[in-house]
């Protein structure tokens, strides 16, 4: 149980080992969509905790949940499947470091995928029924085969900011096949409705049947309890962009 | 007398060894109810100052008693009974550290058990005659065990932050039987009703008789003499809030 | 893959080596002049991604272009011709290391010539139509030889602030053949019409063919395009300004 | 003259031996008292210059008397006896650190007492014509030995912050011999006044007769003098005020 | 070419070696005096750069003149004479860590002298036709001997501040003889009337024939072009009066 010099430790409960092993994480970022998405598969699979991960530069809180101490970043495992969850977003000066950190562990696991889940901002969201949903990947192969399956498309051209965008490089410096999954989504808002439309497009990807009707249908009061994760989470997205600004800068002709 | 790293120096005047030791802590926090607590067992129960913990980030403060200097981390002990007493609230920097360090030194003692003294706030103190006591443990034994005696329920859902909250999860951890007890308090007053119910629980979980008349009776000229450890620990807490938000983010559904 | 301490790396896809190489840099400064001049000469020259730097200090944002993860500092090469371009600019607190770093990688390869392109703000520069094209170089015999093609004249007093002037010190100091090209331009402004006045005079130098039409008739694109760049360059350039002042102070009668 | 890492280095300029030694410091603090009393008895006995304390924190400034540069803290001795004066207070920040430099080096001296000499604020100080006298020891017997001398009387209950609170809590730690004399005084003006009465009851202290006179006589002058290095103590006090907060709270009940 | 811990790297670009070396330095400060009077020196002797300093918490700029590039501070020699001229002030964070790597190289010269040139500000410099010129040794030996020439008095009592008086610190501390020849001098404007002043007097112990026309000449061209230097190098000044106090504090009676 040595901590490293960056503050941050995996534990694994139990070994987390296995061939063909699928890892899909959902740090809160823009409308919690990769948090909803992630926590609602931990739910319905009825994923079992095998680990946690700690950072010493998250906050000193802990969570009771019915009677029982929580960390605050739970690996969560179902077979093949292994979910990541966190209840805070990570800070954003921690970006870097951990995202290296985090593709170490996962490299060291030779995973099939490594699945990431998230929001693009999207102004006109109100407008939309149904949200587009976006992929991209580590390698060309990546893309492909995702495409295989109907209800995405590719993202194009623009810009990865936070924790997605650090874990993205380093699979494609390591060559570890990763999928980001997008949906458009209110940036500030929690987003329940693009959650879903990353869950419908996920679970094609993995092959398992997810009905997203309980999500859909508590979405208000799931809105109501994510008050708290989305202010949080919008503070350290603004910290991104204000030291950082978030825009991509093309100085291609 | 080597000075660790973290700044944390724990020193015993003598050796705190034997079978079946129980700890308890009362650092400074909502109502300051775990320091008034912990400070009237130690009145009361005539316990025998032992060691002390240096804290090199706590301010070049000494305090003068009966014309003695005292150490501002005091650690006393009565048989099995070993009480750590604050004169002042932890820099919530060193919240997490701290608390690592005074779990490893309390794992070495091989404790029966360790029990954590505090208020959790409750907005509508004014209002209440008898504050409710609850329960949290670092595992159901410990709760279940502790719940045999009246007076107390579990504490069920919820976050618990600062120097409390990192010693369960480091508790939790590491195996080692933590029970946390916390009584409604004000959140900004020093609450020595609140204080008393902690007392009255206590004393039934080590089988001891303590009155608690003498602590409601010097209530007024306590909290008169608190006023200034209260405002210091209030900017500590408020301190922990502000850079980290207190507010529990769940995100299951 | 080790990481430098200074959280710098340079990695190179494939073996940057060979005989007589011409380094070229335009990191995005005064007028984005050698950010505009060194990406006109990749794109038209076809020149190849061979490698890229890391710079741990820049934000945590990736690049999608063509649905592919692109790094934001690229290496580029082409013969003995290599390009190093910069989506972002250096931040400020980092000029100094970075450029020793760099330097110690272009020496490893016993360049023939490092080029710096680059601008100098001109107050007057809207009323200029044909930008002056100045140049600089690590001793005599670079300056001279390059004053043997036309179109530029030698920079004679002044000061050069930011990462040009550090790595131009360094130059002088290694013994490295270096040469910085200069063209009046816009200070705030991105200034493709300065831009192209470098170009005009690189390809002299280099004795290759490069029509800057294209660069001339897409400006107006490439302003807007550039804008936010810009925005990020000047808070850097302001950065240096501000907490070290720009002007040269002369001691000399 | 290795320099210690703490930039603390206390450099003898004859060795300071011998058996028996009685070390007197007067930090400057309240009322600048313990300052003015040391330097007065420097100067009344004629006291030699035989080393000097090197503190890398202090201000760049070296100061020039009689056309001769001296160091900033200094330290004199005359038979047995050792002062310590410093034309400075010392910076906040390293109070603690500095503390326990000073005492493992007096320590190491096996000295029979360590006298601090220094103000108490006394808020109703222009009405009092002579400053009552406290004392404050590592031991009782320290007190009871000072007790049996007249003009003192025991400080009982408070706190005692800054440098002079830091090293007391050293000696109690490590056994050391350590007396503390306080006096009434203006908190925030030279109190030359509350001098004269701490050097009366030293001299008893120390057997030696010392005429206060020219003390009394030189006030008005001394506190034009002393206006600078007043104030600059000033700051240092409110600095340790500010940040960690001067009263004592007293959690017993 | 080892870059040492604190920054500084002083370089010879020819070994500056010999008996009986007098060494001179003019940082600037105090009406830029110091500075004026050095580079004066450098220009009309004749001397030739043999070396320079390198300090890495100088901002990255580099100056050119006549279209070559020069270091910010820089080594001269004639003969046994060596001159150090900067461009630019010290930050005041770098004056004691930077006054030590200094004199470590000086007195590793074993020079026969190393004189300091600068100004003291009066404010009633605008009435004063012939400023006075003060002079401050390391030992009475040197002040002696320099009194022997006529048109200086010994400086007696009050402080230097900054560079200049840590360099005459280290003297006194290392044996090193060291001589500042101080002029009355404007506190913030470039005064070259003052530099003239140092500058005869510098001719004499140097015994060497230096005509100050040419300095009165160009007075007015002079403070024109040194308006910047002497604004950054006000920054500098206010910065050590402001976090450290400029007046000297003497607790002496």
């Not at 534990?11 to 092993?21: D, F, R, Y």
């Not at 977003?89 to 921690?94: I, S």
């Not at 623009?158 to 980001?180: D, W």
């Given at each position: 149980m040595e901590r490293a010099l960056d503050g941050v430790e995996?534990?694994?409960?139990?070994?987390?080992?296995?061939?063909?092993?699928i890892f899909i994480?959902?740090?809160?970022?823009?409308?919690?969509?990769?948090?909803?998405?992630?926590?609602?598969?931990?739910?319905?699979?009825?994923?079992?905790?095998?680990?946690?991960?700690?950072?010493?530069?998250?906050?000193?809180?802990?969570?009771?949940?019915?009677?029982?101490?929580?960390?605050?970043?739970?690996?969560?495992?179902?077979d093949r499947l292994i979910a990541i969850v966190s209840d805070l977003?990570?800070?954003?000066?921690?970006v870097k470091s951990f995202s290296q950190r985090l593709m170490d562990w996962i490299q060291s696991k030779r995973p099939e995928l490594f699945i990431s889940l998230t929001g693009i901002p999207e102004p006109n969201r109100l407008n939309i029924d149904k949200p587009k949903v976006f992929i991209l990947g580590s390698s060309k192969e990546v893309v492909e085969r995702a495409l295989e399956h109907e209800g995405a498309e590719p993202?194009?051209?623009?810009?990865?900011?936070?924790?997605?965008?650090?874990?993205?490089?380093?699979?494609?410096?390591?060559?570890?096949?990763?999928?980001?999954?997008?949906?458009?989504?209110?940036?500030n808002y929690p987003d329940p409705g693009s959650a879903a439309e990353v869950v419908k497009f996920l679970?094609?990807?993995?092959?398992?049947?997810?009905?997203?009707?309980?999500?859909?249908?508590?979405?208000?009061?799931l809105k109501l309890r994510l008050r708290d994760l989305m202010r949080r989470t919008s503070h350290v997205m603004q910290g991104i962009q204000k030291s950082k600004e978030l825009e991509l800068p093309p100085v291609y002709l």
């Open positions: 995996i534990v694994e409960l139990e070994p987390i080992e296995g061939e063909g092993l994480e959902g740090f809160p970022d823009v409308g919690l969509v990769g948090a909803i998405a992630t926590s609602f598969l931990v739910d319905r699979l009825g994923m079992k905790e095998v680990g946690y991960i700690d950072v010493e530069a998250l906050p000193p809180i802990i969570s009771i949940r019915d009677g029982s101490v929580k960390e605050l970043i739970r690996i969560y495992r179902k977003p990570l800070p954003a000066a921690m993202f194009k051209d623009g810009f990865i900011a936070g924790v997605k965008g650090m874990l993205l490089r380093e699979s494609v410096r390591r060559g570890v096949n990763m999928l980001v999954i997008l949906a458009q989504a209110h940036f679970s094609r990807i993995l092959d398992i049947d997810l009905d997203v009707k309980p999500l859909l249908e508590s979405a208000e009061e």
